[in-house]
């Protein structure tokens, strides 16, 4: 099986969750993060993306700066730019993208190499540090904003500069002799690789990013070999410990059992691979695909749909090792994660996939931008006590408010191309099927088998769990229109629009199907009230406590409405939770209920340690969905709360 995703300028998403962060990235976040790489943002740090990109073209006069993947801020605002005019048209917008490609392809070398950092700085050691370099990361990021850009706009010029790129990347790397046989340090450009290989058809840009993967972890070690040549000079000083592990080059891909390393570094891999998997018919490179999805969402996610426990490196560590205030959880882990797990949804008909697409979408990825879109968080905790994120201690990497901008800035473009391209996780289709993947409101027509098929969707999920579905254009040979079944949905039912009338469906891999012959109104509705969750006892972390979660929605506590010291607050899990409607960027459904506090009453300041009894106080808790968190204030922050025990 194989689905596509909906083609993004056929959707049209209005939605009452959704629609605002969609809006907001056109509205907002793409001139904010324009401004940001010109350096306009005030008290925040500089980008200077935009400006060696000038230098490079000999534009401008200067010297580079930045980390060496800077490229990237204007390649993901590029990419974000393409999807959102893929949308709707906008021709300020446009000539603005044009302009900037038209220095992007001054700045291009006469082989086609492009990258900044090498053309300014080190331009006698292009491919001499492929560990550290990220010149090849830089490229595929490249790549893909120059396919998003082409199918948004139909313009090649962009789409020319990165072929020309790609054919020397063809020409460099491979088992061949006089090529280079070394491999991405940080993973990326293989799925740039297979983006210009979907559009142009040119198959040797699917090879090449099968060559990627089939290389990486194959004998002698080739980042080891590049670290340990005579006078190697280290971009970043901590690589002086580097281990295989961290770039997953410690075993071959199909080897890999496990999810290790640097967790974007690790979404990235395996979103190609998957993409290889299913173009290739290679079915070790699925089933590796398979292991390290399942060991990695069922050991080593968070209940945000987070990954990457370990602020040092940003990486996985062991099964069960989920800490919850000094965990990293990046947010361009979780854009990873869901970029892999669209993946292996289509490949599959696997609802199990989209479940773990949702939860990320709905938690960590909108807690990384700001209700206003002008501030990000990188890192996204699930636990949070202001006073002890520390420069120089092992939460320093934690920030207790959202920042403007970032010197390594690779989350807020990268939320703002999520965002942008919503449309592609909501459907999956083939000659006959059409999967619904996310309850999101929209309009859109598919292609089913040379028929034009009319959808229409609408909903006010996740606030109200009810979902109306129409199809127009049916055939009377008929189509499969296939719904998931969400993983918390506690009971799913669908009936014909207008009636109390069911219809039948069966259940396949975790989706209704509904076999429909003629144009049809039909009505999903579900069960998912707000509830307590358990974590497995093996997560030392969360041991005695719970979260709370109502559909995909995962809810915490903040010291704005709750008090300071929220690690002194718990909860009954058999006490009554109440849904209010509250109003925050809209409405939305909060949580109320009744709980405890350990009172600090007779303790005196000065007193560590003591004999004192627990003195208990009843309290009154609000929580508030997670993807909004600190738009209030700054503040405590807690997911997971002490649960009330009985022996």
């Known amino acids: 099986m194989r689905l596509h995703p909906v083609d993004l300028k056929k959707i049209h998403i209005n939605d009452a969750f959704w629609s605002k962060h969609v809006s907001l ?24 993306s935009l400006m060696n990109f000038k230098i490079a073209a000999g534009l401008c006069e200067g010297e580079f700066y930045g980390a060496v993947f800077q490229d990237t801020d204007v390649a993901k605002w590029l990419e974000a730019v393409g999807f959102s005019l893929a949308a709707q048209k906008d021709e300020a917008l446009e000539r603005t993208a044009d302009e900037v490609i038209d220095i992007i392809a001054k700045a291009q070398c006469e082989d086609g190499y492009l990258n900044t950092y090498f053309t300014i700085k080190e331009p006698g050691k292009r491919w001499s540090d492929l560990c550290e370099g990220h010149e090849l990361y830089t490229a595929g990021h490249m790549m893909e904003a120059a396919v998003a850009y082409y199918l948004g706009t139909g313009k090649q010029k962009f789409l ?63 980042f080891l070999k590049e670290l340990n040549r005579p006078g190697f000079s280290y971009i970043f000083p901590e690589f002086k410990d580097y281990e295989p592990i961290y770039s997953q080059s410690h075993l071959p891909v199909r080897g890999q059992r496990t999810a290790e390393g640097h967790a974007v570094r690790a979404m990235y891999m395996y979103s190609a691979m998957a993409d290889l998997a299913e173009a290739c018919e290679d079915e070790t490179l699925m089933e590796a695909c398979c292991t390290l999805w399942d060991n990695m969402t069922q050991k ?18 062991t099964d069960y090792d989920l800490p919850n205030d000094c965990n990293y959880s990046e947010s361009c882990a979780s854009i990873g994660m869901a970029m892999f797990g669209q993946r292996m949804g289509n490949i599959t008909g696997e609802a199990k996939y989209y479940d773990v697409v949702e939860r990320a979408l709905y938690n960590t990825v909108l807690a990384g931008i700001a209700l206003d879109g002008k501030s ?40 703002a191309r999520t965002l942008a391209s919503l449309g592609q996780y909501i459907y999956g289709a083939d000659q006959n099927s059409l999967y619904v993947n996310l309850f999101i409101s929209n309009q859109t027509s598919v292609d089913l088998g040379g028929r034009e098929i009319s959808v229409q969707m609408q909903t006010r999920f996740p606030w109200d769990m009810s979902v109306d579905i129409a199809c127009k254009g049916v055939p009377a040979s008929g189509i499969r229109l296939a719904v998931r079944i969400p993983d918390y949905a506690g009971s799913f039912t669908v009936t014909k629009a207008g009636t109390q009338q069911p219809l039948a469906f069966s259940r396949e891999k975790g989706y209704a199907v509904i076999s429909l012959t003629e144009d049809a109104g039909l009505r999903i509705e579900m069960d998912a009230k707000a509830r307590f969750v358990r974590s497995n006892p093996l997560v030392r972390a969360d041991s005695g406590k719970v979260a709370l979660v109502r559909g995909p929605i995962v809810y915490c506590l903040e010291e704005v409405d709750n008090g300071p010291n929220l ?69 405590e922050m807690i997911v997971w709360v002490k649960e009330l025990l009985k022996a």
Request: aromatic content about 12%; charged content about 25%; hydrophobic content about 35%.
């Open 25 to 48: 990235v056109k509205e907002v976040v793409i001139p904010y993060q324009w401004d940001a790489i010109n350096d306009r943002i005030k008290d925040a740090e500089p980008s200077h």
């Open 160 to 222: 020319e500069v990165m072929v020309r790129f790609a054919d020397l990347i063809c020409d460099t790397f491979g088992v061949q002799e006089g090529k280079i046989h070394g491999y991405p340090g940080h993973q990326e450009v293989e799925i740039g690789l297979i983006k210009l290989y979907q559009v142009t058809g040119e198959r040797r840009y699917l090879e090449q990013a099968k060559y990627f993967i089939d290389a990486r972890g194959v004998g002698e070690n080739y």
């Open 300 to 317: 080593r996610m968070y209940i945000t749909g987070s990954i990457g426990s370990s602020g040092i490196l940003e990486r996985f560590t």
């Open 376 to 415: 990000f968080f990188y890192v996204n905790p699930l636990e949070v006590w202001p006073d002890n994120c520390i420069p120089r201690t092992s939460r320093e990497h934690v920030k207790p408010v959202r920042q403007k901008w970032f010197g390594v800035a690779c989350c807020p473009p990268n939320i």
């Open 567 to 635: 690690a002194a607050v718990y909860v009954d899990s058999g006490t009554e939770i109440k849904e209010e409607k509250w109003d925050l960027m809209g409405e939305i459904t909060g949580l109320t209920l009744s709980g405890k506090r350990i009172s600090a009453k007779g303790w005196g300041d000065d007193e560590l340690y003591g004999l004192h009894p627990v003195v208990w106080e009843d309290v009154k808790l609000k929580a508030v969905p997670y993807a909004y968190w600190n738009n209030r204030g700054t503040g």
